[in-house]
């Protein structure tokens, strides 16, 4: 049998408020973890999300990260609804002919990217 991923481990200096950033994003709630503890954990369709407190600061780009898909809006909605959340556009990829992607960050810096919607890619 094979392995499963079963969280992705994102290092932080405060699980607890990125989770509930992450929560926001993903429309679901921080699974366990409470305000000052040292991991908190984010479970959603596909693999969960895992936050743990660490000492240093982030200090480089992601060697991994997220790909987000909009399930009920497009790519461009979401990334509006993202930034209201508190996310940061890093790099703004998106064409003119609707294809591309928007780069952003969440409250401690981490990359990721928000694609087209499954409608948008039929289109």
């Not at 000052?36 to 999300?49: F, K, R, W």
């Not at 987000?68 to 509006?80: A, W």
Request: a negative charge.
């Amino acid at each position: 049998m094979s392995s499963l991923v079963r969280h992705v481990t994102i290092d932080c200096s405060d699980a607890y408020a990125l989770a509930s950033f992450w929560a926001r994003v993903l429309d679901t709630e921080v699974s366990d973890g409470r305000p000052g503890d040292p991991e908190a954990l984010v479970e959603s369709q596909g693999a969960g999300l895992l936050f743990i407190q660490v000492p240093e600061g982030k200090s480089v780009k992601n060697r991994v990260h997220l790909d987000l898909q909009p399930q009920d809006r497009t790519r461009d909605e979401e990334v509006e609804r993202l930034l209201g959340l508190g996310a940061t556009l890093l790099d703004d990829r998106r064409r003119p002919d609707g294809t591309g992607w928007a780069v952003l960050t969440d409250p401690e810096g981490n990359e990721f990217c928000v694609e087209r919607s499954k409608a948008e890619h039929a289109e």
